[in-house]
């Protein structure tokens, strides 16, 4: 009978609301993420968490479109790589390929809906079982210390965090990712445009749809852009 209180009680934390945090915290946690997007210093070692949203996004999709996800590797320029089986053409291979830029916009996009709902424990929960299920995927050893220590850096916050950590912990994340998703792609066309990247994503989904490289850069863009406006909109609902 404890047992079973204890599980329900922990239940209902997890999926029931929290208390909307102050404003002041809103906007610190936003402009603290914007500083270290803008930052390169801190933008070289912060967007590792991009990078798992990115690899994360192709793996997610690959499986979904009927793909065989033979693994995921991390590394630690920043750079990484997702390998799955299937069909060379066709809408998986073209949804597989479009994930990657797109994951991080949209999943900050999904997070920002859950603080605007006051779901700020699911948040820090959901996030934790992503990362876990990551983990099963990843082929390479840094891969595997930065997925850890994603996924222990969320579990001892939504743990032993009060509750003002735990906001500030997941604003931050969320805002992170909602600007962290536009700094890829605006360093993509410059790698593209001075030969660095003739392999990239947006270039692959050029030569399976047969819309120019830079369309695709372009989508990419809207995108982030788009989530980021949306997303900031929800974020920004304490102050109003």
Known sequence: MTDDRTLSALWEQVTGSQTAPPGWLVLATGAVALLTVLARPLWHVARNAVTIAHEGGHGLVA???GRKLAGIRLHS??????????????????????AGYTAPALLGLGCAALLAADR???LLWLAIVLLLALLLRI?????????LVAGGAFFLVSWFGSAEVQAGFAYL??????FGAVRPVLELQHQRRIGWARDSDADQLAR??????????AVFLLVALAC???????????LQ
């Open 63 to 65: 499986r979904a479109t």
């Open 228 to 238: 980021l406006a949306l997303g900031a909109t929800w974020l920004l609902q304490p």
């Open 139 to 147: 082929r390479n050893a840094f891969g595997l210390f930065i997925v």
């Open 77 to 98: 320029d920043t750079s990484g790589l997702t390998v799955s089986y299937g069909r060379p053409t066709g809408p998986g291979m073209v949804l597989t390929a479009a």
């Open 173 to 178: 994340g969320c805002w992170f990712l909602l």
């Open 208 to 217: 399976l749809t047969h819309v120019p490289a830079l369309a695709w850069v």
């Open 120 to 122: 700020i424990t699911l």
